[in-house]
């Protein structure tokens, strides 16, 4: 097929949407390129949804994780003693859904009012909410018997999940955990005992509370972008997947994209051809196509070598992502997951529970319940808590043998923005990307509230069997430079990037909200989380999905100029 409408970049959730729904006209012909392997998702280590835990730990490597990874890092970051925050990316068809924690939080409504505000029309919550629910199939909605095994029936009953606010038939299905660990259950009742409420949907009227995630899953297995939008269409003849090829450039006739060249890993090279490029490879790789194309800051891109195309001076600016901490705790039961010689006849029969009948700990993520609070006792949810019933988790991968717990303690509104520039010209040399994390004195406030808040929840009474010792930041870290010093020596990403190719109207601007196309060019879209012109207060994949429904409309039924 010689020629494509459309040479998608980038088969992660925002790509897949767009094959998906821009291959409904039979008539369009699109390529969706990618730098990873294709067909994964009937690889068990995508499947189970306990499969997280290894990507990340260096000892089980010959499980295959690091076949689904990209790695990039800061560069050392001033506020953190010039220690450097590891940036993991999932490559493969599916994206970073391959690999990620599976959490389906949508954000607050004002996370998308503000999009609107910041001079963006179309991008509030009510334009936005028809696209959840299109992406959305509710399992509880549907069959509300699978969730008769969770805890806090009464207080689920009393917050019935609403229709109006859910979808009941789309891609993505959506599930609470199959099997619930007896720490979560701990968890639940030590946050009500801490004076927090319930809330039996963060995904519904108000995000405040304590509850249980939801999660892309279906039938105790991950749900990933591949296997919800490309897998049911793959016949289609109007569309060709090109897996393993890692784009190096757009080429460009003066402002106008004609396509893309490509290396794949075999070493050989060529070039797909299109009327539009879409570039959908995440907010640290649209980026750095763009300038590697010849858009972005001119000087800089001089300075590098590169002809500029187009002075376009935000690409690569207003690098967000969500702060976070670890509260370890090492336990004196067995209840914890874990890896322990005492635990392995209970986890042969926890792996026979997910072959048999896809429960237990290998359908789990260890995070099974959480919650969206204030530190300042009132107003928006201004950090996350993820409780995890194990050492083990994607942003902790050393503690597979002890038998302990966590509380992720993450800022949802950052206020320091990063940038992403060129180290050289050549594709394969990775980005300069500097975060400028906790710069300021008072930077950890947040987060410092936020590690006091979880010690609070732990030390309530449901804990009090299960609890050995605090092992991090550990009893002496009590002061607020005692905190502050572990935050600094500790703070991580919930990997979460956005905001790097921003829509907008103002000068930083660089895609249109109007179109997602790339300002001053033609022929030449971007639609991922790069777009976000701030990051939205939750994991950023709902949003991901959401906003490329709403594109692949902006596509197919362009907005009156």
């Not at 042969?348 to 359908?363: E, I, N, P, Y």
């Amino acid at each position: 097929m010689a020629g494509f409408d459309h040479v998608i970049v980038g088969a992660g959730a925002a790509g897949a949407v767009l094959a998906n729904r821009l291959t409904e006209d039979p008539a369009t012909r699109v390529a969706l390129i990618e730098q990873g392997p294709d067909r994964n998702s009937r690889k068990a280590i995508i499947r189970i949804p306990l499969g997280m835990v290894t990507f990340m730990a260096p000892a089980l490597a010959f499980l295959g994780g690091p076949r689904f990874m990209q790695w990039f890092e800061t560069e050392p970051e001033p506020g953190l003693g010039g220690r450097r925050i590891a940036l993991p990316r999932g490559k493969g068809t599916g994206g970073s859904t391959l690999v990620n924690g599976q959490i389906w939080i949508r954000g607050q409504p004002e996370d998308f009012d503000h999009w609107r505000d910041l001079g963006n029309p179309g991008w509030g919550y009510d334009d936005l909410l028809p696209y959840f629910r299109k992406c959305e199939t509710l399992v509880p909605l549907r069959d509300p018997a699978a969730d008769r095994h969770l805890p806090a029936r009464s207080a689920r009953a009393a917050q019935p999940l609403d229709p109006a606010l859910h979808g009941t038939d789309g891609p993505i299905t959506l599930a609470h955990m199959r099997s619930v660990n007896p720490l979560t259950h701990a968890f639940l009742k030590a946050a009500a005992q801490a004076g927090h409420r319930f809330n039996a949907d963060f995904n519904g009227a108000r995000q405040e509370g304590y509850g249980f995630y939801t999660f892309t899953q279906k039938n105790g297995q991950r749900v990933t972008a591949e296997s919800a939008y490309i897998d049911p269409i793959r016949h289609r003849p109007n569309l060709v997947i090109l897996p393993d090829r890692r784009v190096t450039r757009v080429t460009m006739q003066g402002a106008r994209a004609t396509g893309v060249d490509w290396r794949h890993a075999d070493g050989t090279q060529g070039h797909t051809q299109g009327a539009e490029v879409i570039l959908s490879a995440g907010s640290f790789v649209s980026p750095h196509l763009l300038m590697l194309s010849g858009i972005g800051d001119a000087d800089h891109l001089r300075a590098q070598g590169i002809g500029p195309v187009h002075h376009l001076p935000g690409v690569g600016r207003n690098l967000q992502d969500h702060l976070d901490v670890s509260v370890e705790y090492k336990a004196r039961t067995l209840a914890p997951y874990g890896g322990s010689l005492r635990a392995l006849p209970r986890n042969a029969l926890h792996l026979l529970d997910w072959l048999v009948r896809r429960r237990g700990l290998f359908s789990s993520t260890t995070a099974e319940g959480g919650a969206f609070l204030s530190t300042t006792g009132h107003g928006r949810p201004d950090i996350q808590l993820f409780f995890c019933a194990g050492m083990a988790n994607t942003q902790n991968a050393k503690g597979f043998g002890t038998h302990g717990f966590l509380m992720h303690v993450c800022q949802l509104r950052p206020e320091n923005r990063g940038t992403l520039r060129l180290r050289t010209a050549d594709p394969e040399t990775p980005p300069e990307i500097r975060y400028d994390v906790l710069t300021t004195p008072e930077a950890c406030k947040t987060l410092r509230d936020g590690v006091r808040i979880a010690r609070d929840i732990i030390r309530q009474s449901p804990f009090a069997r299960h609890l050995e010792t605090e092992l991090a930041p550990g009893d002496a870290a009590q002061a607020d430079a005692a905190i502050d010093a572990f935050i600094r020596d500790t703070v991580g990403t919930l990997f979460h990037p956005v905001g790097t190719c921003a829509m907008g109207t103002g000068p930083m601007a660089v895609t249109d909200p109007r179109s997602l196309r790339v300002r001053g060019t033609t022929g030449l879209r971007v639609v991922d989380a790069s777009v976000m012109p701030s990051v939205v207060s939750g994991n950023t994949v709902a949003a991901t999905y959401c906003l490329a429904e709403k594109a692949a409309d902006l596509i197919r039924r362009p907005a009156p100029r």
